[in-house]
């Protein structure tokens, strides 16, 4: 049978103020991997609780397989969790921990047996069984909570920032194996976190989360290249993009000294916001490409290559453009350097909306439902 | 090779203890040893209170001594009917208060009041609360019709007893209450939603995770209990002084009486020192539990 989970115009409201949660509709299939992302306090983590009964909803609907079960108490609703912290009970062993939301269910011990031992084998976990979470280490202890959220065989799994407890190394490691693991359980995942490397590597979508608001739902690679609106556009990618707030004149943007076509899709403003990733910059071939002359005032080594950062003189302030350039190139402050902006690798941006104008080169069907109102405060 | 630093400071140790485990000596050690050391003469009035040696003499009345018998067996009544009833009422209390809910702060408050007065006091107030012709207890009785004549609650041997361990009760379940509520806030939110999910109901959630992670806080709040109920002396004393008829007479209050009363010193260090062995055996056992309890919770077992 194929699983599903909905949110039908979901909101939490605590007060007339603090509204984590704005309206958010979306749905997760079978074998789907779905990552609320937002900065800390965009309702990613509301959301979860509310899918979880953790926190009722103001007002719209949790569907699971179709079922409304937003009235429902967290245990009727036949989903896992892998807390942040974990939550696995200190004072029981691996093997009770894991079998602690079987027992409660009240499963026949052979079946727990049996499903123990399919997740431990999975998981390698054999040696710990009967050791207590305070003699694991951090990856050990969270592979645990994955044990005890697979041996459920939920309907929905609900990761909250599972990795965040972990160092650099073993995030990396982790990640992957998460990526493995619930690729292969057919079930709808939503993991949220604020990491936007998770998002992208782990997510079958992304649904980028900022002030309660959807921002963008879809697959990591459409995120990345056509960032719904400037918010998006600047939580995605690191180095953040640069955003240049320029000037018009008959459709074109002016860029220091440098007219720049507009898009198809503008209707001629006096003003629009230009955005490229410091990695789509990149140092003038020839004199025939249009580039802008700039000076280096700082340069930050990244190892495999350089992050620029270049003051370029135009009409009125001047403004700064980061660009990952080549070790190769042996840039040093004060050079002066000249930057091309390839046509098609810039996103252009309302000035007052902040919301993407299509171009050319944008895929036809736009599915982002972008909601960024003018006034947040309701 | 010698770890110099640590010597150093191992030695600073020790000589900034020193003060502390003097006094400690000339305020706990010296007197134990007396009292032993007593426990072996005859010193009462029947010599002028000169001290006579008598060997077991003293343990050998006590065996024999009814009334110490009859003190010790009212001791560990009250010890173990209020102990368990202020870990009950401690727990619900504490729960209760573990709670969010509107004005907790004013209810933490006023739920520790009665452990902060004085003894004495309320000694006295819940002597007038049971008294047999002007208390509270027998007015509302008579008002709801449950009784035709005031009951004598103090005038009693069971119902003195039973008195005393209800005002006992009152005064000290707010004690653990608050110790109680100190370590349920200790347990992280996170593990009850992790049980709510896996859909178990309170009750499930209460066994499975608050008493096990709850137990050293309750080992550490029966150890004081202990100590304390098993040595009760105030509240009884201003209560019923021990009567009637010696129902209520613990043997704090059997040890005063002997020295303080009957000026048998004597007897009183012999009194005191099987009653000393008697409370360290009891918290020996308490600390064995609470040490194996507290790795358990922690997962280190």
Redesign the interface.
């Known amino acids: 049978m194929d699983k599903k989970l909905e949110l039908v115009d979901l909101r939490k409201q605590f007060n007339a103020k603090v509204v984590p949660v704005k309206n958010v509709s979306l749905s997760v299939g079978s074998g789907e991997f779905l990552t609320l992302l937002g900065p800390s306090g965009c309702g990613k983590s509301t959301i979860l609780r509310l899918i979880?009964?953790?926190e009722q909803p103001t007002s719209g609907q949790v569907l699971i397989n179709g079922k409304d079960v937003s009235r429902l108490?967290?245990?009727?609703?036949n989903?896992?969790?892998v807390?942040?912290?974990y939550?696995l009970?200190?004072?029981m062993t691996v093997r009770e921990n894991i079998a602690?939301?079987l027992k409660?269910?009240k499963t026949p011990s052979g079946e727990i047996q049996t499903r123990i031992q399919d997740v431990t084998d999975f998981l390698g976990l054999h040696d710990l069984m009967d050791r207590?979470?305070?003699?694991l280490s951090g990856g050990q202890r969270q592979r645990v909570a994955v044990a005890r959220t697979l041996v459920?065989r939920p309907d929905v799994f609900l990761l909250d920032e599972p990795l965040s407890n972990l160092d650099a190394l073993l995030r990396e490691h982790v990640r992957a194996e998460l990526k493995q693991l619930f690729g292969t359980q057919n079930t709808p995942v939503v993991y949220v976190t604020h990491d936007q490397t998770e998002a992208m590597t782990l997510s079958t979508r992304v649904a980028v989360l900022n002030n309660g608001y959807l921002q963008q739902l879809d697959a990591p690679e459409r995120i990345y290249m056509e960032p719904a609106n400037r918010f998006v556009a600047g939580f995605i990618g690191s180095p953040q993009m640069n955003f240049l707030q320029v000037p018009c004149e008959s459709r074109r943007a002016i860029v220091g000294n440098h007219p720049i076509p507009l898009p198809r899709g503008a209707n001629m403003p006096t003003e629009i916001t230009l955005g490229i990733r410091p990695e789509h910059v990149h140092l003038a071939q020839s004199d025939h490409e249009p580039a802008l002359d700039g000076q280096v005032f700082l340069i930050e080594n990244l190892g495999m290559h350089n992050l620029v950062s270049v003051r370029i003189q135009g009409q009125g302030e001047p403004i700064t453009v980061r660009a990952i350039v080549g070790i190769e190139h042996r840039l040093a402050i004060d050079s002066t350097v000249r930057l091309a902006f390839p046509p098609e690798s810039i996103h252009w941006f309302d000035v007052s909306t902040g919301d993407r104008i299509q171009t050319a080169s944008d895929s036809t069907s736009v599915v982002s439902p972008s909601v960024t109102p003018t006034s947040v405060t309701s | 090779m010698v770890d110099y630093v640590r010597a150093q400071e191992r030695r600073t140790g020790w000589f900034l203890t020193i003060p502390a485990l003097l006094v400690l000596a000339l305020v706990f050690a010296y007197p134990i040893l007396r009292a032993f050391w007593q426990s072996f003469f005859t010193i009462n009035l029947g010599n002028q209170l000169t001290p006579a040696f008598n060997g077991l003499g003293n343990y050998i009345r006590m065996a024999q001594d009814g009334r110490f018998w009859n003190t010790l067996w009212n001791t560990t009544i009250f010890t173990v009917a209020t102990v368990s009833l202020e870990l009950v009422l401690g727990m619900g209390i504490a729960l209760v208060l573990n709670q969010s809910f509107k004005g907790r702060g004013i209810v933490r408050t006023i739920a520790i009041l009665p452990w902060a007065l004085p003894t004495a006091l309320i000694a006295l107030a819940w002597t007038w609360i049971f008294n047999d012709q002007y208390g509270v207890v027998n007015d509302l009785l008579l008002r709801l019709g449950l009784i035709s004549t005031g009951i004598n609650w103090l005038g009693d041997p069971t119902l003195a007893m039973i008195s005393v361990i209800i005002a006992d009760v009152w005064k000290t379940t707010p004690f653990i209450s608050i110790l109680l509520l100190a370590g349920l806030q200790s347990i992280?939110g996170?593990?009850y939603?992790?049980?709510?999910?896996?859909?178990?109901s309170p009750w499930?959630s209460f066994r499975?995770?608050t008493l096990?992670?709850l137990l050293p806080q309750i080992v550490i709040a029966l150890l004081f209990r202990l100590a304390q109920a098993f040595g009760i002396f105030d509240l009884i004393s201003v209560m019923t002084g021990g009567g009637p008829g010696g129902g209520t007479e613990t043997v704090s209050l059997y040890i005063y009486s002997t020295v303080m009363r009957y000026l048998d010193f004597g007897y009183g260090a012999a009194l005191v020192v099987v009653t000393f062995l008697l409370l360290v055996l009891v918290v020996a056992i308490a600390t064995f539990f609470l040490n194996r309890s507290r790795k358990?919770?922690?997962?280190?077992?």
């Open positions: 979880a009964g953790l108490s967290p245990g009727d609703r989903i896992a969790m807390f942040q912290s939550a009970y200190p004072h602690s939301g409660l269910r207590k979470p305070g003699q459920r | 992280p996170d593990l939603e992790a049980q709510a999910i896996d859909g178990a499930q499975q995770v096990p992670l358990r919770a922690s997962g280190a077992v």
